[in-house]
């Protein structure tokens, strides 16, 4: 079901089937194919397909030129950097089909990408997990963790705002935002 206050550009393609929730906004030469749920506030920029079985949470932001394959799922308020790449199969071959072999990639609540990084499948993105722009992600990356470079690594810790934390000698860190604490303990970043 698209609901009626969803906008869908006249250049854009919503397939049968696929369930787009209120006041999100499809733009120009998009495909939304079967199957796929798309929550509501989301923004799906121009040049972007989304593959049947993605799910999609409500106010997610996927700029242009991004491709979500089957096994995808972004959890609410992630977002997806321009021209950013899912994979999810780890071993792909033209004539060889592994459509029973797709590895699912979870992006948790708050996660963002950056523009051009790579995402191997099988991996979980944890919540309000930060990755660089041009980052090429092999293993999963722990909640407010930040991870630049190729392979990805860990280089900080980003607050839920998107400010990077910085811890004294207790392990906390406050957000200069929001001014929630943060705890970090055994490599593992709460908030208090």
């Known amino acids: 079901m698209i609901h009626p206050t969803c906008f869908i550009h006249s250049s854009s393609f919503a397939d049968e089937g696929c369930s787009i929730g209120a006041d999100s906004k499809i733009w ?10 798309i ?15 993605v799910k999609v ?8 030129n991004v491709s979500l394959y089957t096994g995808v799922i972004c959890e609410d308020d992630v977002f997806l950097g321009p021209s950013m790449v899912f994979t999810n199969v780890m071993n792909p071959r033209a004539f060889v089909e592994r459509k029973t072999e797709y590895r699912p990639t979870v992006l948790k609540k708050g996660a963002s990408i950056g523009a051009n990084a790579t995402l191997v499948c099988g991996n979980e993105i944890g919540a309000y997990a930060f990755v660089a722009a041009g980052a090429v992600v ?9 991870v630049a470079g190729v392979p990805a690594k860990p280089i900080g810790w980003m607050s839920r705002m998107g400010h ?16 929630e604490i943060y705890v970090l303990k055994n490599q593992q970043v709460t908030r208090k």
């Open 164 to 179: 990077k934390l910085q811890f004294n000698e207790h392990g906390e860190a406050t957000c200069p935002e929001s001014g």
């Open 28 to 37: 120009h030469f998009s495909h939304i194919m079967s199957h796929v749920e």
């Open 138 to 146: 092999t293993q999963p990356v722990p909640d407010y963790c930040m």
């Open 57 to 64: 949470g409500n106010g997610v932001k996927i700029q242009n």
């Open 39 to 53: 929550g509501e506030r989301c923004n799906i920029g121009q040049n972007v397909f989304i593959a049947s079985g």
